[in-house]
């Protein structure tokens, strides 16, 4: 499927003018100067066919009391799809690629304490296939805002 203009437009403005409202996806519409349900269906297309793979938001975890880390480990590459999709069933896992190296599925990870972050990752190290693990606590955070402009 190849992207419409419409499309196009709309994917640059979710990137970074998605409303904070009861109905953002009106907003949008109204925006792009069509319907609610246009913008629905639209984005629906799009993830399906993987353009999109979330809509949300950004907040600071950290001034809510989240606590953050990058997690790298060394899986047995017939394992790793399995580890993977575990890894994305906790609602705290983002960023999560296939590497090469000796390390080569890396992560990171969102908790609301250092508690859920231990637990989480005592289940993740017992998974089949994980052979290694390596918790790289950040010790200073660097935001990059990186948007697509598409034309």
């Known amino acids: ?10 994917l640059n403005l979710l ?10 996806f009106a907003a949008l519409a109204e925006q792009l100067g ?14 399906e066919e993987g ?34 999709k575990a890894i994305n069933l906790y609602p705290g896992a983002t960023h999560n690629y296939e590497r090469e190296g000796r390390y080569n599925l890396w992560f990171t990870l969102l908790t609301p304490g250092l508690d859920k972050e231990h637990e989480i990752l005592t289940e993740i190290r017992a998974l089949p296939g994980v052979e290694s693990m390596l918790n790289l606590k950040s010790q200073k955070k660097y935001k990059i805002n990186v948007q697509f402009k598409l034309a």
């Open 1 to 10: 499927m190849e992207l419409t203009s419409f499309d196009k437009s709309l």
């Open 15 to 24: 990137q970074g003018s998605l409303p904070v409202c009861s109905r953002p």
């Open 34 to 47: 069509t319907t609610e349900e246009i913008v629905i269906d639209r984005l629906q297309v799009l993830k």
């Open 51 to 84: 353009y999109l793979r979330r809509i949300g938001t950004f907040f600071n975890s950290n001034r809510l009391g989240y606590k953050g880390t990058l997690v790298a480990l060394r899986v047995d590459p017939e394992k790793m799809e399995a580890v993977a």
